[in-house]
Nanobody
């Protein structure tokens, strides 16, 4: 059984930092393209950061230079370090594991990040 469990969401002031974690079980993060998505209220789910099995990282423009995606292969976890947070970063953040086979596409339940003074 595959489980992705996010944690680390919180209320933070603009300019602050948060670190999100995603604990994976039933999948090896090194074998999948691991992604962070977010969905703001009333908005669509948006891909914001990706790390490939090879370790290549990509980011959407709005988070480049502020967010860093990483993985811990020994712990089988995914992380998202978020710095210089803005109110527009407020969203529900999801961890996603995507395999080469489209049938292998798994999601966590999400963790809420709210950026507000």
């Amino acid at each position: 059984q595959v489980q992705l469990v996010e944690s680390g969401g919180d209320l933070v002031q603009p300019g602050g930092s948060l670190r999100l974690s995603c604990a994976a079980s039933g999948v090896r993060v090194v074998m999948y393209t691991m992604n962070w998505f977010r969905q703001a209220p009333g908005g669509q789910r948006e891909l914001i950061a990706t790390i490939s099995p090879r370790g290549d990282r990509n980011y959407t423009d709005s988070v480049k230079g502020r967010f860093t995606i990483s993985r811990d292969l020994a712990a089988n976890t995914l992380a998202l370090q978020m710095n210089s947070l803005k109110p527009e970063d407020t969203a529900l953040y999801y961890c996603n594991a995507k395999g080469k086979n489209p049938a292998y596409n798994f999601w966590g339940q999400g963790t809420q990040v709210t950026v507000s003074s």
